[in-house]
């Protein structure tokens, strides 16, 4: 029986280089809805032009006041019982954020974002 070589290696020592982007007004390049997960749940992941990224980069997550609270959400795409965005979700706070009215006035709108751990979101309040 063979050994493989990579399960004999050891814990590094050198951190990580991870870039983090630092957060910043973006543009909203190209807005769509992605179905993720087992259950193929739908999220709504914009992407963005970020000043210090050569390329455009994929948000779907939001930071908004709830109950007098910031909060992060991902931006899930939820219906109520007419087929509409849900009132009051962080989707509806995060068009509202950008005096839109649909995901579609979104596409074009600057924003500004924060940092959620190592990853941005979008800032809505």
């Not at 973006?26 to 032009?49: A, L, N, P, S, Y």
């Not at 931006?75 to 849900?86: R, S, V």
């Amino acid at each position: 029986m063979e050994t493989q070589v990579e399960l004999e290696k050891g814990i590094g020592t050198i951190e990580s280089e991870r870039k983090t982007l630092q957060p910043k007004k973006v543009k909203i390049v190209k807005v769509e809805i992605q179905e993720v997960g087992d259950k193929k749940t739908k999220k709504v992941v914009c992407q963005v032009e970020h000043p210090d990224a050569d390329l455009p980069i994929g948000m779907s997550s939001v930071a908004y006041l709830k109950d007098k609270k910031v909060v992060n959400s991902g931006l899930w795409y939820n219906l109520d019982n007419e087929e509409n965005i849900q009132k009051g979700s962080a989707l509806a706070t995060f068009i509202e954020s950008t005096d839109s009215k649909t995901l579609k006035e979104v596409e074009g709108k600057e924003v500004e974002t924060e940092l959620d751990g190592f990853f941005l979101c979008f800032k809505a309040y």
